[in-house]
């Protein structure tokens, strides 16, 4: 156990796969259709958050009102545990396309683990104006970058979006993902529920 500890380190992604998705809670609480797609129905990421911005400041949607939805929402049902489960064996970050100002608010929620995602402008108004990535494919650069300093790495994803992480890690699962997304990458295993995950997840940490 101290010889594997040492070894991996697991990234994960957040949204899906410890707390909901926050795009579609704002589309629900705000009652616009539009805002539910997410990178499961649009893969180019850059497209579909120009689009979001676009929405948000069609119907006048500032920054603190997302939030204020945010603080709202809870875990998905025992990501909690399924975390504290992770991080008593290895080295866990969460790596997340979101932005620091909607996800230190979920990293509160799961009691703080180490978060890598990107950041908001904002306008003298409020609004949205525009996002920043801190590298482009920064997931799969951040665990390139974890394979330099000596570690192996465990990725665990969802969406399209998370692919290139799964392929540059040293081992990469799939959680709940969509079937468009299994049948395109079968070489990812599976989980459908936590329990699963942690079998996977056993046979290296």
Request: net charge positive.
């Amino acid at each position: 156990m101290v010889e594997l500890f040492n070894m991996y380190i697991v990234c994960v992604d957040l949204e899906s796969i410890l707390t909901p998705e926050v795009w579609i809670n704002v589309a629900d609480r705000m009652k616009i259709k539009e805002l539910r797609l997410t990178t499961r129905d649009v893969p180019d990421y850059d497209v579909l958050m120009k689009r979001r911005l676009k929405i948000l400041k069609a119907h006048n949607i500032k920054l603190k009102d997302v939030q204020k939805i945010i603080e709202k929402m809870e875990p998905l049902k025992g990501a909690l545990a399924f975390l504290n489960w992770l991080r008593k064996r290895c080295q866990v970050i969460v790596l997340s396309d979101t932005f620091t100002e909607f996800g230190n608010i979920l990293m509160r929620k799961l009691g703080y683990p180490t978060l890598f995602c990107n950041y908001l402008e904002v306008d003298k108004s409020g609004f949205i104006k525009n996002y920043r990535l801190r590298k482009k494919d920064g997931k799969m650069q951040a665990v390139k970058s974890l394979q330099l300093l000596g570690f192996k790495v465990i990725a665990i994803g969802d969406s399209y979006n998370d692919i290139t992480m799964l392929k540059g890690a040293d081992v990469g699962f799939l959680f709940k993902a969509s079937d468009k997304v299994r049948k395109e990458f079968p070489q990812f295993p599976n989980a459908q529920s936590y329990g699963e995950l942690k079998s996977l997840l056993e046979k290296y940490i």
